[in-house]
């Protein structure tokens, strides 16, 4: 596609339920990456993937947080037994993953998730 | 931990002044980037600046690199109200590169 996409765009859920958002990288990128943000708030970094490698799972803040990635392509962030400061912007980004220092990011709308 | 601090934390100007970011950091770098936010969405790259470089342009950006002090600037000549947005700079590790760390962004108000 033309660009990262990103779905839904809105998600509103009930404390304790289960959510799932969705990335599709720009076809070609290898590397794709998931951030949150709080409102007003820097940009957290959750995980990474390249390629076949195993991700770098660092930035998940909790083990109700996984990821992930399909034939290489599209990825998927679930959240379980979702909180309320679990609501935020999520953020997906892809680049080249050629391992180069000077990558751009390129980045998807993002997902506003709300747990009421 | 290596996350950017972007200074001031919000700036409002008039269209047609400059308005100059800040970010500072704590560790060696390879580059470092400039990313604006529109409305809380997607970021969007603007400019990146490699270690060994100290000023780079791009149209009416103008990036300033120094290493030794662990800072970058950016400055926006001749603002203009489309440039409300908030404005991010991202670095990363010199043996982590994939990795990059964003600091909590200048909110920028250009008014008309």
Known sequence: GAGVSQSPSNKVTEKGKDVELRCDPISGHTALYWYRQSLGQGL?????????SAPDKSGLPSDRFSAE????????????????????????????GQRSPFETQYFGPGTRLLVL | SQQGEEDPQALSIQEGENATMNCSYKTSINNLQWYRQN???????????????????????????????????????????????SYFCATDEPYNFNKFYFGSGTKLNVKP
Do not use: M, P, W
Request: proline share 0%.
């Open chain 1, 44 to 52: 957290e970094f959750l995980i990474y993937f390249q390629g076949n």
């Open chain 1, 69 to 96: 990635r399909t034939g290489g392509s599209v990825s998927t962030l679930t959240i379980q037994r979702t909180q309320q400061e679990d609501s935020a912007v999520y953020l997906c980004a892809s680049s080249l």
């Open chain 2, 39 to 85: 409305s809380g969405r997607g970021l969007v790259h603007l400019i990146l600046i490699r270690s060994n470089e100290r000023e780079k342009h791009s149209g009416r950006l103008r990036v300033t690199l120094d290493t030794s002090k662990k800072s970058s600037s950016l400055l926006i000549t001749a603002s203009r109200a489309a440039d409300t947005a």
